[in-house]
């Protein structure tokens, strides 16, 4: 079942981290975004089905790091350095028909339910 399925989410402090992780059968293109309160989906993060490329937006370079474990079909946002604005609902979205990066929210086909992240000062 291509339906992802997140978890991970939770209330940290400011520099704590958390470990996001979405589970969905079968090896594709995966996307986190997250949605602060009032804002659109915003990618955080993606991976191509090969591993060959990932994305991070640049808040989040060198403090999140997106990773695939084949075996369990899942792949996890590992977020470090967690800072206030890092807020919001994290969703882990897949598009099983690109070999390529996506970076907008209608590129991806299947959604999860979302996780909250909330980080206190």
């Known amino acids: 079942q291509v339906q992802p399925v997140e978890s991970g989410g939770g209330l940290v402090q400011t520099g704590d981290s958390l470990r996001l992780s979405c589970a969905a059968s079968?090896?594709?293109?995966m996307g986190w975004f997250r949605q602060a309160p009032g804002k659109d989906r915003q990618l955080v993060a993606a991976?191509?089905?090969?591993?060959?490329?990932?994305y991070y937006e640049d808040s989040v370079k060198g403090r999140f790091t997106i990773s695939r474990d084949t075996r369990n079909n899942t792949v996890y946002l590992q977020n470090d350095s967690l800072q206030p604005e890092d807020k919001g609902v994290y969703f882990c979205?897949?598009?099983?028909?690109?070999?390529?990066?996506?970076?907008?929210?209608?590129?991806?086909?299947?959604w999860g339910q979302g996780t909250q992240v909330t980080v206190s000062t």
């Open positions: 979205a897949v598009r099983t028909t690109a070999y390529t990066l996506r970076y907008t929210a209608r590129d991806y086909q299947y």
């Open positions: 079968g090896r594709y293109l």
């Open positions: 991976i191509d089905w090969k591993e060959s490329s990932a």
